[in-house]
């Protein structure tokens, strides 16, 4: 009866007919009819599972378990493997990954780098984790889910499947179908209604509001990554946004602020009156100086005594503080000098050569004193080498310009043959 | 609350009958018709509506004290210098101990095949979800500045700063992590033909709308619901060693250390024990009113009640028997140090929980031995309630007694809990208690699906086979050997 409905309104699109039951036993009875019969694009609705209809469907058994098991399997590796890079890895290991995803093998408690037995918790936890999202993952994928649009809804009679009824379904599309004989020998098993399942045959679409919001939403959600990406990539001379500021930035004034607290309106303090800091009393003019009289030293101080280890200290230490600008050989061509030739570097000019024929003729004093004020463009060096390294700086800056501006004469006869 | 309703004795054992686990004679129409009602019907008892109001009270709370805590630091807590861990890792423990209870019905009990369990495994499992999400705060606020709690993930970072996986605490946050997510898919899973159902039954369209998305388009297909019970069985099979390995984990927090009263090889079980223990206590305290108040007791009958009564006391002679030792290691052991802190826990500043611990886990489930005690849902409250308590007891008495009383007596300090983690204690009532009463009100409480298929109805005798005795089948079970030969009764239409 309900079948003939189809051929008066023929825009309507058929999609099956479904039968109606009112007991498990009795859609397991009809399935086995159905499926008995060569039907093959069928189903049953019922509202719990049936014990024996996946026998009476010849439903396969699901490869479910087999993705549940590659899952766990991965997800043993996975927390393996994490662990070992995290914990037990090193940037020198593999220099070549990218700095946020360098491993960083610390000790802690003594504890070896790699432990296995303190491995497996996280193992196992992680095993069990994919595996579960794989097992709801793939129910609902190969089950098609979520499908928000489907026929069978639009029938009032179907909202008891999930109650108390139990339905028949074969679909239109089933070789065998045929809307009167079908519904007829779904009658004959016993069904206490056959009803067609219908649609207007329109493709299912989401609302126009929806999508719309949906299209909106999605934009808008574009810009919180794109302002992140773009601070991420582009330079700013300003500081960077502290939102928790824990204690990176302290209230605090700085040596040159003034500051209302004080009489004198200085942050920063002056020692009392009439006192000196320990270590700070440089009474002698020719160590802390370089000057004797009011003429430039002409020769090194006596608390220092020019010898072999004196020279090397010299050495070792114009390799520090001087070498980057004049060179190691002190012609002013240190690697800062070259880098800055090498960039064009606008108004730079040249360190001086150290075997400048105006710098051989300087007085050790006078050397000292350019090393601690600094001169031109070089900065100030006091804060940084304590006056016997200055000095020793200054005995092997004169060994370098005597390097440079030497006779045969000059070297002592036994090693005179190696230079001819 | 509304008027109490005749008690149905269904607790007889009656050898060669199944017991009835479903009374007052409902079908599959009464079934379901019982269990959405709590949700059709206008409006909810009064009673939901001053719980509500109640809860929602103490969840603000939490929400200030929280808030209070934040802005100032942990020093608001009453913490010191021996007892850094005192009702924050209290708290956290003995909430994820209560949601053990919930995983043990619906996956333990499951594979057990303990058909009763369909009753109540829905809001066990809901139990479970909210007591983790409870847990979960308190590790979460008790960091100190907690904008960096992301610190525990292992995310790719410019510092090369990863997590510590050679320490118990980050054990933790994975298995607390997993335990909360495969809790979740498995509630969520379980519940997406009840959903459906409810969006069947709704009658105005928003409901349509929230229901039908948030069941899926379900739609009862059995290809679909034979993969979705294959699916229900491998979570519960993932489910039931994850369960027993998240307390064990919580427990490695203590044991692993070389604290004396904590570094002990007894605590994994111990702890999974009483984290049953505990969660049976919470699914009665909770099961009892609710049948009430939403007419539920044709569905959850005093035989389900009796049986978790049951299992309280078999937990509870479980964890008394660890008690016991627990203090006979400490003597056998003959380490000073042990023997000192078991003295301390029972005759030591803190002596006044530790008996409080034995009175309320010890003493009150042996109650429990009488089936009088059992059927009577008054003597059940009473019973549970005192288990409540002492379950809290007992990991107070574990971590804050070991800790005060440490290696070196002259940092010695008894810790008092300021009225900040009092509040947030209280607080965290309010968080459950809000989450439990909006899902009865608003989804499945009883899994429907899974309870039709342990009533008689569901069996194939009816239409089949009228004069053939065939046993109730158990429609969630996976024997492919089980499954009857088809052929054999194709003639009978």
Redesign the interface.
């Known amino acids: 009866m309900t079948a003939q409905a189809t051929s008066s309104t023929p825009v309507r699109k058929l999609h099956g007919l479904i039968a109606e039951f009112t ?4 859609l ?3 399935a ?2 159905v499926r ?1 019969a060569g039907f093959t694009r069928w ?15 010849d ?1 396969r ?2 490869r ?2 087999w993705l ?1 098991l590659a899952a766990g399997t991965a997800g043993c590796l996975l927390g393996l493997l ?2 070992w890079w ?2 037990a890895t090193s ?1 020198a290991d593999f220099p070549t990954v990218p ?6 093998d610390y000790l ?2 003594g ?1 070896p780098i790699f ?1 296995l037995p ?2 497996i ?2 193992i ?3 095993t ?2 994919l ?3 794989v ?2 993952i ?3 994928a ?2 098609n ?6 026929a ?2 639009r029938l009032p009679r ?7 009824r139990f ?1 028949l379904r074969v679909d239109a599309d089933d070789p065998r179908f045929d809307a009167e004989g079908t519904a007829v020998f779904l009658r004959g ?2 069904a206490v209604a056959v009803e067609p399942v219908e649609s207007d045959g329109q493709p299912a679409h989401w609302p126009r509001w929806l999508v719309t919001a949906l299209v909106v939403l999605a934009a808008l959600a574009l810009f919180p990554p794109l302002v992140v990406a773009k601070a991420r990539l582009s330079k700013s001379p300003k500081p960077r946004i502290a ?2 500021q ?1 204690m990176d930035n302290q209230e605090r004034y700085k040596a040159q602020q003034s500051n209302p607290v004080f009489a004198d309106g200085r942050a920063g303090r002056q020692p009392p009156a009439g006192t000196m800091a320990r270590g700070q009393l440089h009474t002698d003019a020719h160590y802390y100086v370089g000057r004797v009289g009011d003429d430039w030293a002409l020769t090194f101080p006596p608390q220092v005594t020019v010898d072999q280890a004196f020279l090397r200290r010299g050495q070792e230490r114009f390799g520090v503080y001087c070498a980057p600008c004049h060179g190691l050989g002190g012609a002013g061509d240190g690697l800062v000098h070259q880098r800055a030739v090498q960039r064009d570097t606008p108004g730079w000019v040249q360190p001086s050569s150290l075997h400048d024929q105006l710098i051989r003729s300087r007085p050790v004093g006078h050397l000292f004193n350019t090393i601690t004020n600094g001169i031109r463009s070089m900065p100030p060096y006091s804060d940084q080498i304590p006056p016997a390294d200055r000095w020793a700086i200054v005995a092997y800056v004169r060994a370098l310009q005597l390097s440079q501006d030497a006779r045969l004469e000059d070297v002592p006869p036994e090693r005179q043959p190696e230079l001819r | 609350m509304t008027s109490v309703a005749p008690e149905i004795d269904n607790t007889a054992e009656i050898p060669g009958r199944r017991a009835v686990l479903i009374t007052g004679d409902l079908d599959f129409t009464g079934v379901t018709d019982t269990v959405a009602a709590v949700w059709e019907r206008p409006r909810p008892p009064r009673a939901w509506y001053v719980a509500l109001a109640i809860s929602l009270t103490l969840l603000t709370i939490l929400g200030a004290m929280v808030l209070y805590l934040i802005l100032n630091g942990v020093g608001v807590w009453g913490l010191n210098n021996p007892t850094a861990w005192g009702f924050d890792i209290t708290n956290f423990v003995f909430w994820v101990g209560i949601g053990h209870a919930g995983t043990l019905i619906s996956a333990i009990l499951f594979l057990f095949r303990q058909k009763w369990r369909t009753s109540i495994n829905r809001f066990a499992e809901a139990m479970t979800i909210f007591a983790v999400m409870c847990a979960g705060l308190f590790p979460g606020i008790h960091v100190g500045r907690i904008w960096l709690a992301y610190w525990l993930a292992p995310l790719p970072n410019q510092m090369a700063m990863w997590p510590n996986f050679r320490s118990p605490l980050l054990w933790d946050v994975f298995a607390v992590g997993t335990y909360f997510t495969v809790s979740l898919l498995f509630w969520y899973v379980g519940m997406l033909p009840d959903l459906a159902t409810f969006r069947d039954r709704a009658t105005s369209r928003p409901r349509q709308i929230i229901y039908g998305l948030l069941s899926l388009g379900w739609n009862g297909s059995s290809r679909h619901w034979h993969r979705f019970e294959r699916a229900y069985l491998l979570l519960a099979a993932l489910a039931t060693p994850l369960v027993l390995s998240v307390h064990s984990v919580v427990s490695f927090d203590f044991a692993v250390s070389q604290l004396p009263g904590w570094h002990t090889t007894i605590f994994p079980p111990y702890f999974v024990a009483g984290a049953i223990f505990g969660g049976f206590a919470m699914v009665l305290t909770l099961a009892v009113p609710a049948r009430e108040l939403f007419g539920l007791k044709n569905i959850i009958t005093l035989r389900h009640l009796e049986n978790c009564c049951k299992i309280v006391l078999v937990t509870g002679l479980m964890v008394s028997y660890a008690y016991m030792m627990e203090f006979f290691m400490a003597w056998y052991s003959g380490s000073p140090f042990e023997r000192f802190i078991f003295r301390a826990r029972a005759g030591g500043p803190y002596a006044w929980a530790y008996w409080t611990m034995i009175a309320c886990n010890v003493v009150a489930p042996q109650l429990f031995w009488f089936k009088r005690v059992r059927t009577n849902v008054w003597l059940i409250l009473v019973v549970v309630m005192a288990v409540n308590v002492g379950m809290w007891f007992e990991r107070f008495v574990i971590i804050v007694t070991s800790l005060s009383q440490d290696f070196l007596p002259s940092s010695w300090d008894y810790y008092r809990p300021s009225l900040v983690e009092i509040l947030t204690l209280a607080g965290s009532f309010g968080l459950f208690f809000t989450l439990f009463l909006l899902f009865c009100r608003f989804l499945p409480m009883v899994a429907m699906a899974e309870v039709k298929t342990v009533m008689p109805q569901a069996a194939l005798t009816a239409e089949r086979h009228p004069h053939e005795h065939v046993p109730p089948t158990r429609a969630f079970d996976y024997n492919p050997d089980e499954h009857e030969p088809p052929a054999q009764t194709g003639g009978s239409s």
């Open positions: 007991s498990p036993g009795a397991v009875t009809a086995e009819q008995d189903d049953t609705h019922t509202p719990f599972p049936v014990h024996g209809i996946d026998a009476a469907m439903i058994r699901t479910l378990p549940v994490m662990q995290m914990n940037a700095t946020f995803l360098q491993g960083y802690i408690s504890k432990s303190a491995n918790p996280v196992f936890e992680l069990v984790l595996a579960a999202l097992t709801v793939g129910m609902l190969l089950n889910l979520p499908r928000f649009h489907d069978l809804f179907f909202r008891r499947v999930t109650t108390d339905f098993l016993g939102l928790i824990d």
